[in-house]
């Protein structure tokens, strides 16, 4: 099938799972992760309508910023703090800060751009010694840490589940929506936060436990050659 026909039948998907828990399809966004695939391929997309693409590596995402000044990046990678200085105003959201060390990092290069970074906060719900991301428990403090920074607004959270049975899949989803809501009780992030979490594999298990961002990559542009 085509990307075109891929991003339709992804699109159909997501708002059949909102319409079953009583979500607007709009409150959800599409994030086609377009690492390891060609310019060219993502610019079917961009003709396919879609616009909002994830990145994982930053020198592989630099070459496509560039080429492709009407689509919108997000970098979903694990960040080295010693590439923080490249990543801030490259992409419009950072996904995966997890340490005050980064977040300070990204927090010195917006300053020195004049713009204010927004990024997502990792947590390694599940616990996966894989997996980057905090602990549950470290998240209030780190949170606490980056409102005293200029420069840098945490959006909402983010996780990726260890692999697994769907009901585990579904619980870590359960359980970051559960720390976002308390964190937006706290005033430490938005009221109205985003959560990314869901692949091509449990996007729909992700959308029923209230995500806003899922990142497709395989469901759309097929598997890397």
């Not at 079953?20 to 994030?31: F, K, Q």
């Not at 590439?83 to 990092?105: C, P, Q, W, Y």
Request: glycine share 10%; net charge neutral; aromatic share 4%.
């Amino acid at each position: 099938m085509s990307v075109a026909a891929n991003l339709a039948g992804i699109k159909e998907r997501i708002a059949a799972a909102a319409a079953r828990c009583g979500r607007n399809p709009d409150e959800i966004r599409l994030v086609a992760v377009s690492k390891r695939q060609p310019v060219e391929k993502i610019a079917s997309a961009i003709a396919a309508g879609h616009s909002l693409f994830g990145e994982n590596y930053l020198q592989e995402a630099r070459d496509k910023v560039a080429a492709l000044p009407d689509a919108e990046f997000h970098f979903i990678g694990h960040l080295q703090s010693n590439k923080a200085k490249e990543a801030t105003g490259m992409f419009s959201l950072i996904h995966t800060v997890d340490r005050l060390k980064l977040a300070r990092r990204i927090s010195a290069r917006a300053l020195e751009l004049g713009i204010v970074q927004d990024v997502l906060v990792q947590v390694n719900v599940g616990r996966d010694p894989n997996k980057s991301g905090i602990a549950p428990e470290e998240l209030e403090p780190l949170l606490a840490g980056i409102g005293e920074l200029d420069g840098i607004a945490v959006r909402g959270l983010m996780t990726m589940p260890p692999q697994g049975d769907m009901a585990g899949t579904r619980a870590c989803f359960a359980a970051l929506r559960s720390l976002a809501e308390k964190a937006a009780a706290y005033g430490l992030i938005p009221a109205g936060f985003e959560l990314s979490m869901g692949m091509s594999g449990d996007f729909e298990a992700a959308i029923a436990e209230g995500a806003t961002l899922v990142r497709v990559g395989t469901a759309v542009f097929g598997p890397r050659g």
